[in-house]
């Protein structure tokens, strides 16, 4: 049983919020171990399995990102951890930005700083914007491999710009 299949839920990239708060709740209170303190051992250990997969499956669908790459996974289309291919170009693209980002290490400068943070997150909508369309449009079986291929070239690229703005929240902190 997948996550989705627990919550009730399509296999979806965009989900409402309110629903799977609303289904995370209901979960809660149906496999509550407190409800179950009188059922048998087998009956309980089930329970406390369904609680926990409640509690795991409302971390993952309550976050874009998480649910992102759960889908990912549950279609095998990610690659191993740290075989992630980037586009070249995007790669190009971004050095400018770690050049950027290595001059504010040896020499912050708050004018710099806000204006690398801007263009990361313009990167960021401007990235998205590309995907949206696919993500919005998504149908768990027909929607066609090439599209999940752009979705996980979208993950990866996020990642990345993830990775270079905690980067620079590490030393614009001190």
Same mark, same amino acid.
């Given at each position: 049983?997948?996550?989705?299949?627990?919550?009730?839920?399509?296999?979806?990239?965009?989900?409402?919020?309110?629903?799977? &708060? @609303?289904?995370? $709740?209901? =979960? *809660?209170? +149906?496999?509550?171990? !407190?409800?179950?303190?009188?059922?048998?051992?087998?009956?309980?250990?089930?329970?406390?399995?369904?609680?926990?997969?409640?509690?795991?499956?409302?971390?993952?669908?309550?976050?874009?990102? &998480? @649910?992102?790459? $759960?889908? =990912? *996974?549950? +279609?095998?289309?990610? !690659?191993?951890?740290?075989?992630?291919?980037?586009?070249?170009?995007?790669?190009?693209?971004?050095?400018?930005?770690?050049?950027?980002?290595?001059?504010?290490?040896?020499?912050?400068?708050?004018?710099?700083?806000?204006?690398?943070?801007?263009?990361?997150?313009?990167?960021?909508?401007?990235?998205?914007?590309?995907?949206?369309?696919?993500?919005?449009?998504?149908?768990?079986?027909?929607?066609?491999?090439?599209?999940?291929?752009?979705?996980?070239?979208?993950?990866?690229?996020?990642?990345?710009?993830?990775?270079?703005?905690?980067?620079?929240?590490?030393?614009?902190?001190?």
């Amino acid at each position: 049983m997948n996550f989705f299949e627990l919550y009730e839920l399509p296999i979806r990239f965009l989900l409402d919020e309110h629903e799977v &708060k @609303r289904k995370f $709740y209901q =979960l *809660s209170k +149906k496999y509550h171990p !407190d409800f179950y303190t009188l059922e048998s051992e087998a009956k309980q250990a089930e329970i406390l399995e369904l609680s926990t997969l409640t509690n795991e499956g409302y971390q993952i669908l309550s976050d874009a990102d &998480k @649910r992102m790459k $759960y889908i =990912l *996974s549950l +279609k095998n289309i990610l !690659d191993e951890e740290g075989k992630a291919q980037i586009p070249q170009d995007f790669l190009m693209e971004m050095m400018d930005v770690n050049e950027a980002l290595m001059e504010l290490e040896f020499d912050f400068d708050e004018t710099q700083f806000t204006q690398l943070k801007n263009t990361l997150r313009e990167k960021e909508n401007a990235l998205y914007e590309t995907i949206r369309p696919i993500l919005e449009n998504y149908e768990d079986g027909t929607t066609p491999d090439s599209e999940l291929k752009k979705i996980k070239e979208y993950y990866y690229k996020k990642r990345y710009l993830l990775r270079i703005q905690e980067n620079l929240n590490k030393f614009a902190a001190r």
